[in-house]
């Protein structure tokens, strides 16, 4: 047999398998801040980038210090994130519902898809005014805003998910005899919450999008009407340093929803 | 209780599946259907217990189910339907709670039928962390603990490798002689057929009409893998179904 061994003259065949197959590659992405962070410090300072197209990082980071030194941070966050909290959970926890009762039932799914496609085109920032007059130039109006914003994305989401649980697993709860409300709470929800954790990351992000749009009218304090008003005196460090906020706020929810989806969904491959 | 079929008939808008099906499912019995492929006989399956309704005929319930039955018509299926997100423990309390059974009567149908299938170590396990014949020793587990009068199983070993479908034979051969139980067998393998079946019941090709019904006195106990007697059987089932299943084959599927 050793004797067959022996190196034989040949054409080693060529690897071509590998790629497609994402890892985890922890720094690349603070990395990329970092990069584009010193780009535009470098510029600022050198001055191939005026003052009037980007602000200096380092000015938004003192505006930064600033906004935290003066307390004035948090007399704008917490409003905001009050609005963000009440309105997102009112249009998710809506949504949810609505999307389950899609899912399970064909009356309501043949009366309310139709209706959820007609409403989700609808910049929600354009019904302002009519909020304003139904809920009131306070809290009302802001909150039914980002409700409604986050209510269309999680029904479409919901229902979707409901409609991907397996039907063998319905048919296997139905086949021992279980009652519709277990086969809904034990089966369907839980294997629906992939989705429907995932169409949140989406309304989510919508929410905080709306959150400027809902602090427009009739606010004093809040992140969007700090950033609407900085924009409206063309103060970039101010601008900036309220978006660079809007930005943490969504990758803290993103993070927050990627530990929930840790926590629940241990059990997927 | 005996099960009795009356008069099956089943058919999807034109298409004619089952026809004029009568057929005695008696107690303690092991009632083995094999078929060519769509010849109907998991469809038949799904009517035994009450999972589909057929065109014509129905489906008996002869005598009355023990009293401690909580579902006398139990499946065990093909893809083993268990829940991923509950541990094996919780797969199997999933069919009690809805009985009301929780706590520690609950524990005692869990470990003793936990202990019957031999996954006593594996209570806590999630079944994503089991092999394909564990989990369908899980999905027995469950149908064990709702004390079925006829157990209705769907090709069960069908999703399985050879070796593991050998075990999974003698397991539940080994149960059966602890326990007889009632069964419909649903299956394409002839093999498995033989060594876990009374009486085999060969479909034709759809529209599925009942060809014949071997019966095979041999206890159960005592057959074993490659018998010569069995393979007769085998041999004599396969000259039963070798057209059928070769005209099945160049069918086209236009359901």
Request: charged residues 10%; hydrophobic residues 55%.
């Given at each position: 047999m050793s004797e067959q061994m022996k190196p034989q003259s040949g054409i080693e065949v060529r690897f071509r398998g590998g790629g497609f197959a994402p890892k985890s590659r922890r720094w690349v992405g603070p990395l990329v801040f970092v990069v584009l962070i010193a780009l535009m410090e470098w510029g600022t300072r050198s001055g191939w980038i005026s003052a009037l197209t980007l602000p200096r990082p380092s000015d938004v980071l003192a505006t930064f210090q600033d906004?935290?030194?003066?307390?004035?941070?948090?007399?704008?966050?917490?409003?905001?994130?009050?609005?963000?909290?009440?309105?997102?959970?009112?249009?998710?926890?809506?949504?949810?519902?609505?999307?389950?009762?899609?899912?399970?039932?064909?009356?309501?799914?043949?009366?309310?898809?139709?209706?959820?496609?007609?409403?989700?085109?609808?910049?929600?920032?354009?019904?302002?005014?009519?909020?304003?007059?139904?809920?009131?130039?306070?809290?009302?109006?802001?909150?039914?805003?980002?409700?409604?914003?986050?209510?269309?994305?999680?029904?479409?989401?919901?229902?979707?998910?409901?409609?991907?649980?397996?039907?063998?697993?319905?048919?296997?709860?139905?086949?021992?005899?279980?009652?519709?409300?277990?086969?809904?709470?034990?089966?369907?929800?839980?294997?629906?919450?992939?989705?429907?954790?995932?169409?949140?990351?989406?309304?989510?992000?919508?929410?905080?999008?709306?959150?400027?749009?809902?602090?427009?009218?009739?606010?004093?304090?809040?992140?969007?009407?700090?950033?609407?008003?900085?924009?409206?005196?063309?103060?970039?460090?101010?601008?900036?340093?309220?978006?660079?906020?809007?930005?943490?706020?969504?990758?803290?929810?993103?993070?927050v929803i990627g530990w929930i989806e840790r926590r629940l969904l241990g059990w997927r491959i | 209780m005996d099960l009795q079929l009356d008069r099956i008939c089943h058919a999807y808008g034109d298409t004619e599946v089952l026809r004029d099906i009568s057929l005695e499912i008696p107690q303690g019995r092991i009632i083995c259907l094999v078929g060519p492929s769509g010849c109907g006989k998991s469809t038949l399956l799904r009517m035994i217990g009450g999972l589909e309704r057929p065109s014509a005929g129905r489906v008996l319930q002869v005598g009355e189910p023990p009293k401690d039955s909580l579902n006398p018509l139990t499946y065990v299926f093909q893809d083993f339907a268990l829940l991923p997100w509950r541990s094996v423990r919780g797969n199997i309390s999933l069919v009690l709670e809805d009985h009301g059974i929780k706590g520690a009567a609950a524990d005692q149908i869990i470990e003793d039928v936990l202990a019957r299938t031999k996954l006593s170590d594996f209570a806590k396990a999630l079944p994503k962390q089991l092999s394909g014949g564990m989990k369908q020793r899980v999905a027995i587990a469950r149908a064990l603990a709702v004390n079925p009068s006829v157990m209705l199983m769907d090709e069960p070993l069908s999703a399985l490798d050879s070796q593991t479908r050998e075990l999974l034979m003698d397991d539940l051969v080994a149960l059966w002689t602890r326990q007889p139980f009632t069964a419909v067998y649903v299956t394409h393998n002839l093999a498995e057929a033989v060594r876990l079946g009374h009486a085999i019941v060969v479909l034709s090709r759809r529209p599925g009409e009942i060809r014949e019904v071997v019966e095979i006195d041999k206890p159960l106990a005592e057959r074993g893998y490659g018998d010569r007697d069995l393979e007769e059987v085998q041999k004599h089932l396969w000259t039963l179904m070798r057209d059928e299943a070769r005209a099945a084959d160049e069918e086209l599927l236009d359901v």
């Open positions: 906004l935290w030194s003066t307390g004035m941070l948090f007399k704008h966050l917490a409003p905001s994130l009050t609005r963000l909290a009440v309105g997102a959970a009112i249009g998710a926890s809506v949504g949810v519902s609505v999307g389950i009762l899609i899912g399970l039932s064909s009356y309501i799914r043949a009366g309310l898809v139709p209706l959820v496609a007609a409403i989700f085109p609808i910049p929600k920032i354009a019904l302002l005014p009519l909020f304003v007059i139904w809920f009131g130039i306070d809290e009302g109006s802001k909150y039914a805003l980002i409700a409604f914003g986050t209510f269309t994305p999680t029904v479409v989401a919901t229902y979707g998910a409901v409609d991907n649980v397996d039907r063998s697993l319905i048919r296997m709860g139905q086949s021992f005899g279980l009652s519709w409300q277990s086969i809904v709470r034990k089966i369907v929800l839980p294997g629906a919450m992939p989705g429907i954790l995932s169409g949140l990351r989406i309304s989510l992000a919508i929410a905080i999008i709306l959150l400027v749009a809902a602090e427009m009218l009739g606010a004093e304090y809040g992140i969007g009407a700090y950033i609407l008003e900085a924009g409206s005196l063309y103060d970039l460090e101010r601008l900036f340093a309220g978006v660079v906020i809007l930005s943490l706020l969504g990758v803290v929810v993103s993070t | -």
